[in-house]
């Protein structure tokens, strides 16, 4: 039990260390690169004085080291700062944006589940027939089309010729949901259909499949009881490492249809030179990746104690 | 022997390749498709690709020739669209067109429909919304975006390979500090900083190359390491190393080919990542200098012009091609170093 802990203990310990890096770094690199937030917020017309107390007030005169520390002191405490244009705590404008991002990339999951489990059993079902490589093929083009791509067509089909759906924006109601959704859900949608295919072929072969199949079962009992519980493991795992991807490839899918989340409002930040809304976005990203990984690699020790006990 | 052992593996390696009839049909079509557009200047351009005229030989494609040459007035570069350096060449001799009178900058002027115009016979893809030829910008884009996606690869690959044979043959300290490096480094939002970097940088097709080498090459890292970590307490490397040959020679000359065989699958995927990676930032406008033929701009206009569907469609079906066949290719590449086949 104990190395269970230590194992614990230190794949915590080293998320946060990783966090930690990433703060700094992200930090270094937004407030290195040249463009003055002072200019942005005053114009070109402000005198030296005025430029200069702005940015006393805002400690940007302070050496680069001591802003970090800072910054890094206000994390402590969940306090992010305040936005150098909205002039507002940055944490209420993440927390505004993070629903949106969040019920985009939950939605997208959902429409990649109900396509590829159905996608991938049919594949595994039909094994080397004309199914099977039509759904492979299908899936190989869902992979290979990025989702950029993909979400200008689906505008023009949906929204223009047949006038189902909104072209972009957020509204009150599913609808405006649909469009973003497909397009962010479509490629893992691709890669998960392949998952499950090679997942369910394994179980297939299987002992217990045999008896499903000799005491009479149908076909679909057979693989959707029988066979695709017994496959969730490795599914259920690519899946939460795709979520992590999900929401941080969202800004394309929002740039694209105006979808008033994280990415958009990254966007907004780098025009204005938002560097306290910028660094807080990027940090929301990054815990996502990071907390979603830790979570993967604790599942995976639960499940494999090889994993726990060769970090040893 | 061990010629002959090395040439085996080849031949089932190419048996193997060739098996996989979808890749192969891929591989050429990429392949024609590259060919053509690399050779764009002669099938979509201004200028044309032979003048003949007063009994010498011209190729404006290579030379910049002045009007007067051809008995005009002005010393800057003759404009063969003109009517009247036309009506001089004619007089005297003959000019041979490449097949689109365009390039991919030709601002087509005598539209008469405004742009973006539809297809027609002139324009077999119609027009973009600065009246630009879209086959002409197909076919420039096209290259780009392969020549982009290539030097990445290469680029990530060699920086990638070297790190993870670092990590992997030294291992310890060095080890350990490099992970934690890229575990670090790879958990910052690639495509937000991106975002970031391009917005501050005017950026151009060296600094694009750049920006996304930084995060690129840590896909090659862990297969390479991996093998270096088997390989390094193998029998043959300690002998080697026991024979007093120096670590870069081990390293790169006895262990590095058993660690290609991974790198190499992986190229075709890495190159359609890195051209799907250009077109991303072109798509949002932060990728190549304006003006420059993009795949990624034309998805945009078709996605701002939604009036004018040949846009959109056309960029879908492009890059939809390009980048299917770049993956039925590394699938098959894949089968072929299959040892288990």
């Known amino acids: ?49 005025e430029r200069e107390a702005l940015r006393e007030a805002l400690g940007l005169n302070r050496p680069i080291g001591i802003q970090l520390l800072e910054y890094l002191k206000g994390l402590a405490h969940f306090d992010l700062g305040d936005s150098l244009h909205a002039k507002r705590p940055v944490s209420e404008m993440l927390a505004e944006r ?84 497909i ?95 910028l660094q807080g976005c990027v940090l929301l990203i990054s815990l996502f990746y990071v907390a979603v990984n830790t979570l993967t690699d604790l599942v995976y020790a639960g499940l494999d104690p090889r994993i726990r006990l060769g970090e040893q | 022997m061990k010629t002959n052992l090395a040439s085996a593996i080849t031949r089932r390696r190419l048996h193997n390749f060739a098996a996989n009839r979808r890749g192969v049909w891929s591989l050429w079509i990429f392949g024609v498709l590259f060919l053509v ?25 290579f030379v910049q020739y002045p009007e007067t040459q051809f008995g005009g007035q002005f010393e800057t570069e003759a404009d063969y669209w003109d009517p009247y350096v036309r009506e001089l060449i004619a007089k005297q001799g003959w000019m041979l067109w490449p097949p689109v009178r365009y390039n991919h900058r030709t601002v087509v002027w005598d539209l008469r429909v405004p742009a973006p115009s539809p297809p027609d016979r002139t324009h077999w893809l119609g027009t973009d919304d600065q009246a630009r030829d879209v086959v002409a910008r197909l076919l420039y884009g096209f290259r780009i975006s392969v020549l982009f996606g290539f030097a990445l690869t290469i680029t990530s690959a060699i920086i990638g390979v070297v790190a993870g044979a670092i990590q992997g043959y030294f ?23 991106l975002i970031i970097l391009s917005s501050i940088f005017e950026p151009n097709f060296w600094w694009l190359l750049g920006f996304l080498l930084l995060w690129s090459w ?35 000359r006895h262990i590095l080919p058993n660690a290609m065989v991974a790198t190499i699958t992986f190229l075709p995927f890495v190159l359609a990542g890195s051209v799907t990676a250009l077109t991303s930032l072109d798509f949002l406008g932060i990728g190549l200098p304006p003006g420059s033929a993009s ?13 004018a569907p040949w846009l959109g469609i056309t960029g879908f079906c492009v890059i939809a091609l390009m980048l299917s066949l770049l993956i039925f290719i590394g699938e098959a590449v894949r089968d072929a170093f299959d040892s288990r086949k």
């Open chain 1, 1 to 49: 039990m104990a190395t269970v802990f230590n194992f614990l203990f230190y794949r915590l310990l080293s998320a946060v260390g990783v966090v930690l890096g990433v703060v700094c770094l992200v930090f270094l690199l937004i407030h290195l690169v040249p463009g003055d937030p002072v200019e942005v917020m005053l114009g070109e017309s402000a005198q030296p004085a």
């Open chain 1, 98 to 181: 993070i629903p949106a991002t969040v019920i985009l990339a939950l939605a997208a999951l959902a429409i990649a589940i109900l396509i590829a489990i159905p996608l991938g059993a049919l594949a595994a079902a039909r094994k080397n027939t004309l199914w099977d490589r039509g759904a492979m093929g299908f899936s190989m083009i869902g992979i290979s089309i990025p989702n950029f791509v993909m979400g200008p067509i689906l505008i023009l089909v949906f929204s223009v010729w047949l006038q189902w759906l909104p072209v972009s924006g957020r509204e009150e109601g599913i609808t405006s949901l649909v469009l973003p959704a």
């Open chain 1, 183 to 277: 397009t962010l859900g479509t490629a893992l949608a691709a890669l998960l259909s392949r998952m499950v295919r090679s997942a369910l072929l394994e179980v297939l072969g299987e002992d217990f499949m045999r008896t499903a199949r000799s005491k009479g079962l149908g076909e679909h009992r057979v693989i959707f009881c029988h066979a695709l519980p017994n496959a969730a493991l490795p599914i259920i795992t690519v899946l939460g490492l795709q979520l992590g991807t999900l929401l941080g490839g969202a800004v394309i899918t929002e740039f694209v249809f105006s979808w008033p989340g994280l990415g958009q409002l990254t966007i907004e930040a780098i025009g204005q030179r938002d560097y306290p809304v």
């Open chain 2, 37 to 61: 557009t690399l050779f764009a200047e002669f099938i979509a351009n201004d200028k044309p690709i032979l003048v003949y005229h007063q009994g010498d030989f011209y190729t404006p494609v």
């Open chain 2, 171 to 193: 291992g310890g300290w060095t080890d350990l500090l490099f992970q934690r490096f890229i575990e670090i480094w790879g958990s910052m939002p690639q495509l937000y900083l």
């Open chain 2, 218 to 252: 840590m896909g090659f890292v862990g297969v390479v390491r991996a093998e270096f970590l088997r390989a390094r307490n193998l029998d043959f490397v300690r002998a080697a190393r026991a024979l007093g040959v120096s670590n870069r020679v081990i390293i790169f």
């Open chain 2, 295 to 307: 795949l990624g701009e034309l998805l945009a206009q078709g996605k701002a012009n939604l009036q």
